[in-house]
């Protein structure tokens, strides 16, 4: 089977390692010469609105899927009249526009932090009069890792906030002083079957996802997995779908839907029984979903910037390190490593001598 991804970095690549002892192979479309999902499959060097290329990629594949949702609703539109598309442009579009999202999730009934669309500097001096400071602004897309967003703690922030952040379409939601946050990998099949990974804990540092921690029986879990059912459920969602949210007063609060495979799901390549990678192309492909339980305990770091020597991470036991082989920039995410031991305590001390490396 063939299968065609548009974008072609690590998430991509981490598929197609996932996908091609299954059978399957991979064409990627990625305008970025340098994509490292090239060196695990074939790549066809485009943008996301060339026709040309993108009618060139539906005709050699089975079905089209994504490695990352910025992509423009007309180009799933387009492909979709020539090859099946996973998951659904509706999904696409709900899950690239915050206002969207947020709208979505109270349609739903899942808990959500006051909020307000924004489209010029008076909306948002009006809007913070009612949601009040602390406050975040954010584009309602394109933003990621912590970009196009802008923390308003007190009134000389808001002066010039609507321009600071690029005069967009943006929302400004209350600052949720949450007690962590935490992520649910979900995935659904394209024939409804539906099944999630446990609740992931995550610290970020500069907005940058760095520390994941998969839990054991989370007294959240059932409540995250009410949720990410309906929204699976309502967009006849087919893949992979990763639901951030703030752990807040008991219960959760919505922050954020990824209609992909997810950083927060890279655990699950040694920690679970099937990956995140290997779930998603069950779920598109049409066959059986993989059992999501964790395999021992793990813990995954991000290596942002640069990656540790090879030799310092080899000589960790219980760490399996992944090199996405792109070039090194401040901010940028250039590797993983996973720790998976048999008990939790030997799991934190191999955790504390990764962290040392980073
Ligand atoms: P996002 O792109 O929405 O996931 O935001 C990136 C990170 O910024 C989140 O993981 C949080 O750590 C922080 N953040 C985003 N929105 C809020 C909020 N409303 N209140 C507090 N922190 C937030």
């Known amino acids: 089977m063939k299968i065609g991804v548009i974008g072609g970095g690590q998430l991509g690549r981490m598929l197609a390692l996932a996908g091609t002892p299954m059978g399957m192979q991979f064409i990627f479309l990625d305008p970025a010469a340098d994509a490292c999902a090239a060196a695990v499959g074939a790549q066809i060097c485009a943008d996301y609105n060339d026709h040309e290329h993108l009618r060139q990629l539906a005709d050699q594949v089975d079905l089209v899927t994504f490695e990352f949702e910025n992509v423009p609703a007309e180009t799933v539109a387009f492909l979709s009249q020539y090859v099946p598309v996973f998951p659904c442009a509706d999904a696409l579009r709900v899950a690239r526009d915050r206002l969207n999202e947020k709208t979505l999730f109270q349609q739903l009934q899942i808990p959500v932090a006051p909020f307000a669309a ?94 994941s921690l998969p839990s054991n029986d989370h007294v959240l879990q059932t409540l995250a997995e009410t949720y990410v059912t309906s929204v699976l459920e309502h967009l006849d ?42 779930n ?63 008990s939790a305590e030997r799991m934190l001390q191999q955790l504390t001598k990764l962290k040392a490396l980073v």
């Open 237 to 278: 969602y087919v893949g992979v779908l990763a639901f951030e949210f703030f752990e807040f007063n008991g219960g959760l609060f919505a922050n954020e839907i990824a209609p992909r495979v997810h950083n927060s799901g890279h655990w699950t390549i040694e920690g679970a029984e099937c990956s995140q990678f290997e």
């Open 118 to 211: 924004i489209e010029s500097q008076v909306e948002l001096d009006r809007a913070i009069q009612v949601i009040g400071l602390p406050a975040v602004l954010k584009t309602r897309t394109l933003g990621y890792d912590g970009k196009g967003q802008k923390v308003l703690r007190t009134t000389a922030d808001v002066t010039d906030a609507y321009a600071e952040l690029g005069s967009v379409p943006s929302i400004l939601e209350t600052f949720v002083h949450f007690t962590g946050e935490v992520s649910l990998l979900a995935v659904r099949s394209r024939h409804g079957e539906i099944r999630a990974y446990p609740l992931v804990h995550n610290t970020h540092e500069q907005g940058i996802l760095r520390l």
């Open 280 to 342: 998603h192309l069950r779920a598109v492909t049409g066959l059986p979903l993989g059992s999501t339980s964790k395999l021992g305990e793990s813990a995954m770091i991000n290596f942002i910037g640069t990656v540790p020597e090879v030799e310092a991470l080899a000589a960790i036991e219980d760490c399996h390190f992944h090199h996405y082989g792109k070039s090194f920039k401040n901010g940028r995410k250039v590797g993983h490593g996973t720790i998976r031991s048999q």
